[in-house]
């Protein structure tokens, strides 16, 4: 028998194949236009290119007002009938886009041959230096951050992206850039800051904020691939910076240098623009889509890969300019471009529109997250236990086993209910296979099985392996038939659980947690290789449930890997606790003052490791 209807995980809510009648409908392009940008956020993969839109309405210039005021500036120096000319033509509103370039060319080399040509590169300096102080409210660049987005690249001068990155994610401006703090130098630097070799800061880290000159190929090489720990929310200048006037590109000779020259370099920043767009999900963001050299890659791209067209995610949040000229200008963008335009109303505050935008597609996004995540249910999960009595996705014979460390068994077994019964709420058990971790968890329900502990007794008691199902999803279900039996399957998963595990009092263990986790990048960050990070968002979200305070539920993990956020704060309601014997670090913490029974190892805590001082056996 074929299916009819796509069963695959999550494969109904995949974005479909534009058919001939909604290529003309204007209301169902933009909703597949918006699924599509939802599939790629959720992805994490997408890249952000930022254009003037979103720093005009911070108070920086418009392309146009720049020009106008470089102009300015050069009369004042030397005054000159072909300038005069040129700030007519502004005035009038007659030139054209591709005119700027040329009018800025002729200012610069007028500043150069009077021996003024330090005055262009304060010009650009003065223009984009930081405006102070940073607007919080109605920012485009705060509201992009709440988006799953951690690669930027932008044609602008300014470090705004820089300062939104460091208000919303905390980066330190030390790992950005130097200009960009709470003070601002009264004139331009004559050496950059982000200018060593290698793209450093000069402190050996990688610089985060880096422009298309040569000493960043490296960093370019990076940011051009998705899910890499050295291209997470680094920002990409590809016309240059401010506080480097040899990397802004503003003049036409500046532009047949980068898009058009046969330097080593300039091709090197051709491939570095091919590859982007070639293989990663962009979305532009108050970009004006006039820029021909820089979307040259894109026009060669629909050209010659045409039937890719539909499935290429390449996006675009223009301002509305009325239905018809939104609608010619949608046919213009795919077909030249292949570009999915999504489209807002503007309203007499320029940074509102943008910013209300970007807040509901925001909402948009969790939105169509929270529907991906109802898995379709093919086949109804029935768990063979009554909610009240445990539940084991697999047992052991616990009695014909050896009693080799029954003793030590028993003790540390005790220490996890105590754990439990002081209201830690996520306890973790780490250590090597074979060390006893599944065992030790098992135990520990044989052991609350009828007891009182705390608040009382338990409404249930769950047992999961994902060694025999790696699938998150798979788990959450079975632990949903579990302690919500008749509860909604249309529903949220997660509101469901949550609504559960806060109304009831729940011990839920999920055994080989590793096998939900990535393996850290250890020998980049200098790290422990142990360390593993949640495998995706489904992950996350099911332990943060444990850690909400309202929460009367118990989370205990065995893992072969010590989840990196939980082990950050040992101060909290989570507890990471050790098995396998003297081979085995015994704490996270290095520095304190109790000591564990091993020698030269200390903890904050009294140690908890279970047979990590003292072997099992």
């Known amino acids: 028998m074929t299916l009819q209807t796509p069963v695959g995980f999550g494969s109904h809510r995949l974005p479909r194949v534009a058919t001939h009648s909604e290529t003309h409908d204007h209301y169902a392009h933009d909703q597949r236009s918006r699924e599509m940008l939802c599939r790629v956020l959720a992805l994490r993969t997408c890249i952000a290119f930022i254009g003037s839109g979103c720093s005009i309405p911070l108070g920086y210039p418009t392309w146009r007002d720049l020009a106008w005021q470089l102009l300015e500036r050069t009369r004042k120096i030397k005054e000159n009938e072909r300038l005069n000319r040129y700030q007519a033509t502004l005035e009038s509103n007659s030139y054209k886009t591709e005119d700027l370039p040329l009018f800025i060319a002729a200012c610069k080399n007028l500043l150069c041959k009077a021996g003024q040509g330090h005055s262009y590169e304060d010009f650009f ?5 930081p405006v102070t102080p940073w607007k919080e409210s109605h920012n485009p660049y705060k509201e992009l951050l709440d988006l799953p987005i951690h690669r930027f690249i932008t044609s602008n001068y300014d470090c ?12 330190q401006f030390p790992e950005l850039a130097k200009h960009i703090g709470p003070t601002t130098p009264s004139r331009m630097p004559r050496v950059p800051y982000l200018s060593s070799a290698g793209g450093n800061d000069g402190q050996g880290e990688p610089a985060r904020s880096f422009t298309q000159k040569p000493e960043y190929n490296d960093r370019l090489a990076l940011f051009a691939l998705a899910r890499v720990a050295e291209s997470r929310d680094i920002v990409f200048h590809c016309h240059g910076r401010f506080d480097d006037s040899d990397s802004i590109i503003a003049t036409e000779a500046d532009y047949q240098r980068w898009y058009l020259g046969d330097e080593e370099s300039a091709e090197a920043f051709r491939q570095t623009i091919d590859l982007l767009f070639a293989s990663n999900p962009i979305f532009f963001v108050g970009f004006g889509m006039a820029d021909a050299d820089l979307m040259h890659p894109l026009r060669l791209l629909s050209a010659v890969s045409a039937e890719k067209k539909p499935f290429r995610p390449l996006f675009a949040l223009l301002p509305s300019q ?3 000229a939104d609608w010619d200008r949608r046919e213009f963008l795919y077909e030249r471009y292949g570009l999915n335009t999504l489209t807002y109303q503007k309203t007499d505050e320029p940074d509102q529109g943008l910013c209300s935008a970007l807040r509901s597609l925001k909402d948009e996004w969790l939105e169509w997250r929270k529907s991906w995540l109802k898995k379709p249910p093919i086949r109804k999960v029935v768990v063979q236990a009554a909610k009240g009595q445990p539940y084991r996705h697999y047992g052991l014979d616990r009695d014909k086993d050896t009693q080799i460390g029954a003793k030590q068994v028993d003790v540390m077994v005790g220490q996890l209910a105590g754990q439990i019964k002081k209201g830690e709420h996520v306890l973790v058990i780490v250590g090597p296979g074979g060390t006893g971790k599944s065992w030790h968890a ?17 409404d249930g008691l769950f047992f ?20 919500d039996p008749e509860g909604d399957t249309n529903a949220s998963r997660f509101v469901r659980l949550k609504n559960s595990l806060n109304a009831g009092r729940f ?8 096998r939900l986790m990535t393996p850290s990048n250890w020998k980049q960050e200098g790290t422990d290789p142990e360390i593993g990070d949640f495998a995706n968002p489904v992950v996350k979200s099911f332990v943060d449930l444990f850690l909400d305070p309202n929460c009367h539920s118990h989370l205990v993990l065995t893992s072969r890997l010590r989840p ?16 396998g014997g003297d081979q085995r670090r015994c704490t996270i913490q290095k520095t304190g003052r109790t000591r564990c029974r091993r020698p030269l190892l200390v903890t904050r805590r009294p140690c908890l490791c279970i047979g990590a001082c003292r072997s099992i056996s």
């Open 464 to 483: 999961w392996s994902s060694y025999y199902a790696d699938d998150a999803l798979t788990g959450l279900d079975r632990l949903l038939a579990y302690v």
């Open 160 to 171: 705004e992206m820089e300062r939104a990155l460091h208000s919303v994610r905390q980066i």
């Open 507 to 514: 011990v839920v263990v999920l055994d080989g947690f590793e």
């Open 322 to 324: 009325g239905f018809d």
């Open 564 to 579: 990196r956020t939980l082990a950050r704060d040992q101060s909290g309601p989570v507890r990471v606790l050790y098995t």
């Open 125 to 129: 300096f003065d223009m984009f230096k």
């Open 442 to 458: 098992l135990a520990l329900l044989d052991k609350l099985k009828g007891r009182r502990l705390g608040g009382g007794s338990f």
